[in-house]
């Protein structure tokens, strides 16, 4: 049978399509002139500005605090819903599954509105606390989905052996259920931990004075311009992606090694 | 210490639902509550009760702006939809050790910070940008001619940041798809077109329906993209949120317009699972859904 070209062809499109604009951005953090279209030399100058910008240290610790806390507590909220949720069939969990399927398919400008309602009704300062407590909510669906996938394929009787062997609850807990889910656990708080990182739109409806997050930043200043040290930080945070890609590839390949 | 099994279930669902109800199901039902409350001129939320939002939804500019958004979000969901079936296709016939490949390709754009890729937008679009000089070049555009802030650009950029989630979906069910159904059709006499739309299509559906919603609902709630590469003709429901939230400082009428964008995002999805339900192979025949 003769093979069409067509998928090969919008598979190409599509690639360099999705590439083209990265690379002339990474391109251009080493271009010594402003304009994209002209090459100017290579130069390091706009990663110097934006080593030398304060405001930018300042928001990537936010980040760094909220991702890192939001991450812990999503991947315990997150695991526990997901074994719940795998364990028991009854009317409450066709309940709990509804709470932690909807959240993913919400626009994020609806989430990030409804909680600053809640904030505002209860006349909670905006600020870093806000912002976790926003990203905990929506990480915790993200990490529970992928918890709930890992168990699809999770052996059930070595947890009815060890019972049979008189294990309790807390040796079953610790020493089959979480090392042996490790790696999907791990896969879900990866997850968490881009989106917490890469949030905007829900992050900037509950941020308050003195909370910018990196987001943010980039976005004020995109907003103001195209300086072309967001070309430098943008450059930065792909290396970031591309390493928590690869690392999640690795936790995918090693699961279906095992 | 003993628990019952039915004691033991509700305690460990606890914390997640009631982090869920707390922080999500409640803030949802908030939205529509306050769309009924007064305005203070502090920016906050006044008490008693009153129909002023939705009187002022009345807004003669809002009906506009909402048959935008739907119309710019339907051309989103066809376009990437057009796009990711082929690219699903190759992807699944592509040797093994390939996909694996392939998919990463659609995974890293996927991860990608969403600024980031409408920012390369912006300098791709910028008028001393690569895209303008290429277009100069073939002569398909003016030296004066604007690529940026119109309506052309929000669908581009929205075409460009859903695309991968369109892909990832169908892909997954075009790889389960059995391949030699379509030979099989072929044989029996069917023409290529005849065995794409009458056997592949439909085996893929599951996954084009979610490739649908995963693009339509996203795109209709978007906001930064017009915001950045768009203009004030071509703002979505989206930028009229964030205006009465951050430039009005008017969060009822903020409430109000978020409750209406609550119930076109629940339409579509009532409706794909009302489909699903009558479908749950996925492999119904196209007319069955007449």
């Given at each position: 049978m003769k093979r069409s070209r067509i998928p090969l062809v919008t598979m190409m499109l599509c690639l360099v399509f999705f590439y083209l604009p990265i690379v002339i951005l990474v391109v251009n953090s080493f271009n010594?002139?402003?304009?994209?279209?002209?090459?100017?030399g290579f130069s390091l100058k706009w990663y110097e500005k934006l080593f030398a910008d304060r405001s930018i240290w300042f928001a990537l610790k936010n980040t760094a605090i909220i991702a890192s806390a939001a991450t812990v507590t999503s991947m315990v909220l997150g695991t526990l819903a997901a074994f719940v949720l795998h364990r028991y069939a009854s009317r409450l969990q066709k309940l709990h599954y509804t709470l932690v399927y909807t959240p993913l398919v919400v626009p994020d400008i609806l989430m990030g509105m409804s909680l600053l309602l809640l904030f505002a009704s209860m006349n909670i300062q905006l600020g870093l606390t806000t912002i976790y407590l926003a990203h905990v909510t929506f990480c915790i669906s993200y990490v529970a989905m992928v918890v709930l996938a890992r168990l699809q394929?999770?052996?059930?009787s070595v947890i009815e052996a060890a019972q049979d062997l008189g294990a309790n609850a807390w040796q079953i807990a610790t020493g089959i259920f979480l090392p042996l889910l490790a790696p999907g656990i791990l896969a879900g708080g990866l997850l968490a931990f881009t989106l917490s990182i890469d949030d905007f739109v829900i992050t900037f409806f509950v941020s308050g004075p003195g909370s910018s997050t990196l987001p943010i930043r980039i976005y004020t200043m995109m907003k103001h311009g195209n300086p072309p040290v967001i070309n430098a930080l943008s450059t930065l945070l792909l290396v970031v992606t591309f390493v928590l890609v690869w690392l999640s590839q690795k936790l995918n390949v090693e699961r279906s090694t095992a | 210490m003993t628990w019952g099994p039915r004691t033991k279930e509700t305690l460990l669902s606890l914390p997640s639902m009631v982090w869920l109800i707390g922080l999500f199901l409640v803030p949802t039902l908030l939205v529509f509550a306050i769309s009924f409350r007064p305005s203070t001129p502090f920016g906050g939320v006044g008490e008693g009760w009153t129909l002023e939002t939705i009187r002022g939804l009345?807004?003669?500019?809002y009906p506009t702006i909402i048959w935008r958004t739907v119309w710019i979000s339907l051309s989103t969901t066809a376009i990437c939809l057009t796009l990711a079936v082929p690219c699903a296709y190759f992807m699944a016939r592509a040797p093994v050790r390939w996909r694996s490949f392939l998919v990463m390709l659609v995974i890293i754009p996927f991860w990608t910070n969403f600024l980031i890729r409408i920012f390369a937008w912006k300098i791709m679009l910028h008028p001393e940008g690569l895209l303008k000089k290429f277009l100069l070049m073939l002569h398909l555009?003016?030296?004066?001619?604007?690529?940026?802030?119109n309506e052309g650009a929000v669908l581009l950029v929205l075409v460009y940041s859903y695309l991968s989630f369109a892909i990832l979906p169908i892909y997954a069910a075009t790889e389960k798809f059995d391949f030699g159904l379509l030979e099989a059709a072929q044989d029996l006499g069917a023409t290529r077109l005849r065995a794409l739309v009458q056997i592949f299509l439909p085996g893929i559906s599951r996954g084009m329906i979610t490739a649908a919603l995963v693009v339509f609902i996203p795109a209709l709630g978007s906001y930064v993209i017009p915001e950045i590469v768009g203009g004030p003709s071509s703002e979505m429901i989206g930028n009229k949120i964030a205006q009465r939230v951050?430039?009005?400082?008017?969060l009822p009428h903020a409430s109000g317009l978020s409750a209406l964008l609550t119930l076109a995002v629940v339409v579509p999805m009532l409706l794909v699972l009302m489909l699903q339900r009558r479908s749950p192979s996925g492999l119904s025949k196209p007319e069955g859904r007449a």
């Open positions: 010594q002139s402003r304009f994209s279209s002209r090459w100017g394929d999770f052996d059930f | 009345a807004n003669p500019n555009v003016e030296p004066r001619t604007i690529l940026m802030y951050f430039v009005d400082r008017n």
